[in-house]
């Protein structure tokens, strides 16, 4: 069973080649023009997708080793996402498959999130939770199988990856800013600057106050003394980061003692930070968790993701027909 699955929610443009439930090729490209403008102008984004698919999708199909004419059937990103650059990816996989004649396969970009677990081992067991946290979703998810997920808390405004981004955004760093504040952090002083904890009924997240917070605080200090952003960059990373990982670990410890489920995970490009993972392994140590961390290259946007959730769906027999469109706000 081979498929070809295509990636291009975002700024990545991406296609991979799983054989059997494993991957064979993973390609990515990053697309570089957004740092000269602080974030993702979805009109670039677009037209780098058009430059890259075609180059992206030759060189998985050549490193799986895999020919056009032995693809079983062709998965695509339907959404969340940007319009624009969903319906590159969209329309490619549309066409190819009907060239080709064989199946088509949507699939969800936060469902393959949760899917980039069984990549590689170890794997967690059903059920699970899965921390899905992104530059444009926080969500603690139930799955109960590869296909049954169900979100039992989530960001009502922000997103905790897009708080990093902004933060970074005020600090004066470079887009993307996320890593760089993780980098900064390991420097600094996570208890120098106290910033307020958000607290949201249920196992709900608001990241919206915090950022507030952040402006205040660092308007405030900037006004006393102008230099104090560079003075104590590192100590204002570290706090920063504390307080954001401090808020999503209280909702998951408690998502974990109201379903009784300890098996649990952490997906998306937020998963990448290494302060989060730290904290992640010191709550396993103390509640008895096994945890599951997904390995940097699938923590990003990526193809493999989208393949493993195609393999799930070409299991179940759930095709998609060339109606399919992209679905931008999508939920899980």
Not at 112 to 118: K, M, P, W
Not at 224 to 247: G, M, R, Y
Request: glycine share 8%; hydrophobic share 45%; proline share 6%.
């Amino acid at each position: 069973m081979n498929i070809l699955a295509i990636e291009s929610s975002c700024d990545e443009t991406s296609a991979a080649v799983i054989v059997n439930g494993q991957i064979a090729s993973n390609v990515i490209a990053t697309q570089l023009i957004h740092a000269q403008y602080g974030g993702v102008v979805p009109e670039l984004a677009s037209r780098a997708h058009q430059q890259h698919i075609l180059p992206v999708v030759t060189k998985a199909l050549s490193d799986a080793k895999v020919a056009k004419i032995d693809l079983d059937a062709v998965a695509f990103t339907k959404g969340p996402g940007l319009l624009g650059a969903l319906l590159v990816g969209t329309s490619f996989a549309k066409a190819m498959a009907l060239g080709l004649g064989i199946p088509l396969i949507e699939v969800n970009h936060m469902q393959a999130h949760v899917l980039a677990h069984f990549i590689t081992a170890p794997q967690p067991s059903f059920p699970f939770l899965c921390l899905t946290v992104s530059g444009g979703h926080t969500q603690i998810v139930r799955v109960n199988s590869p296909l049954a997920m169900e979100v039992i808390g989530q960001t009502k405004d922000d997103a905790v990856g897009e708080a990093f981004d902004k933060t970074a955004k005020l600090l004066g760093l470079p887009y993307p800013g996320g890593p760089l504040i993780d980098r900064y952090a390991k420097e600094g002083n996570p208890l120098a600057y106290p910033f307020p904890l958000t607290e949201m009924p249920g196992l709900d997240y608001s990241f919206s106050g915090i950022k507030t917070s952040i402006l205040y605080f660092l308007q405030k200090q900037v006004q006393q003394e102008p230099e104090f952003i560079p003075k104590n960059l590192a100590d204002i990373c570290a706090s920063v980061q504390h307080t954001l990982i401090e808020i999503l670990m209280n909702k998951l410890k408690r998502a974990s003692r109201e379903t009784g489920i300890k098996e649990i995970a952490i997906a998306g490009g937020v998963s990448a930070n290494s302060g989060l993972r730290k904290a992640l392994v010191e709550l396993a140590h103390k509640h008895q968790w096994k945890t599951y961390i997904p390995d940097f290259e699938y923590c990003t946007d990526n193809a493999a993701m989208i393949a493993m959730a195609a393999h799930y769906k070409f299991l179940a027999g759930d095709f998609a027909d060339q109606s399919a469109s992209p679905m931008p706000r999508m939920h899980l």
